[in-house]
């Protein structure tokens, strides 16, 4: 089963509002990763949150780690047309697994005009 | 230019075909990846290889089949005993060499990807 699972599936919202996005995972993790997929194209890496982080910003991103419930959430402000895409979270192995990461399901995100 | 490409971006396949997905990387990564996506199911992993001349299994490695000969390729090739192969598949590739110590912190770096239809 997936190691990180998305909330909401599915996201709709107009130019300027905000999108948060959340991410749950199962196991602990030393650190979490947010993926962006446009329609037919591969994943770009956008930020990596550590596990001694609770927060950390990245231009109009805003990403937070809570470790106690093991959850994550993305939080893009302002949002624009072009930030119509896919979100994923992404989670590394225990210690000794190895580069390998395991990717939630996604969030689709629209940006309407 | 420094990247990660795949070829072709659309494959066909009549059953019972074996086909071969490129996946070439000149950023001098030493960890390779093949995921698959179906709509809605996210990626699933299938292939990763951390070295050259090693590989090993993801969680959906049946009827599939790879390589690694050399550092920049890791060819994937779907074989017809993968029962539903039409999918959309991506490599990636991360700097790896983790001394194993402690978890990861690579990114990966993606291809954009081949569509496999089978006819």
């Known amino acids: 089963s997936q190691q990180g699972e998305e909330d909401p599936q599915a996201l709709s919202i107009q130019e300027g509002e905000n999108a948060t996005m959340n991410c749950s995972y199962k196991?602990?993790?030393?650190?979490l990763q947010w993926y962006r997929q446009n329609s037919g194209r591969g994943l770009v890496h956008l930020i990596l949150?550590?596990?001694?982080?609770r927060e950390k910003h990245s231009g109009r991103l805003r990403v937070t780690l809570d470790t106690s419930k093991k959850s994550s959430s993305l939080l893009i402000t302002a949002s624009r047309a072009a930030d119509t895409a896919s979100y994923f979270c992404a989670t590394p192995p225990p210690a000794g697994g190895g580069n390998k990461l395991t990717f939630g399901t996604g969030t689709q995100l629209k940006v309407e005009l | 230019d420094g990247g990660i490409t795949q070829s072709p971006k659309y494959l066909f396949r009549k059953e019972g075909q074996n086909v071969t997905l490129s996946c070439e990387q000149n950023l001098n990564h030493d960890a390779m990846y093949w995921y698959r996506q179906d709509p809605g199911q996210g990626l699933r992993l299938i292939y990763y290889?951390?070295?050259?001349?090693?590989?090993q299994k993801g969680d959906i490695a049946e009827g599939y089949s790879v390589s690694r000969e050399k550092k920049e390729s890791f060819p994937l090739t779907v074989t017809s005993a993968q029962k539903n192969p039409t999918a959309f598949y991506l490599c990636a590739s991360s700097i790896g060499g983790t001394s194993g110590m402690t978890a990861s912190t690579d990114t990966q770096y993606f291809g954009p990807g081949t569509r496999l239809t089978v006819l």
């Open positions: 290889s951390q070295i050259v001349n090693d590989f």
């Open positions: 196991t602990s993790i030393n650190n």
């Open positions: 949150i550590r596990s001694n982080e």
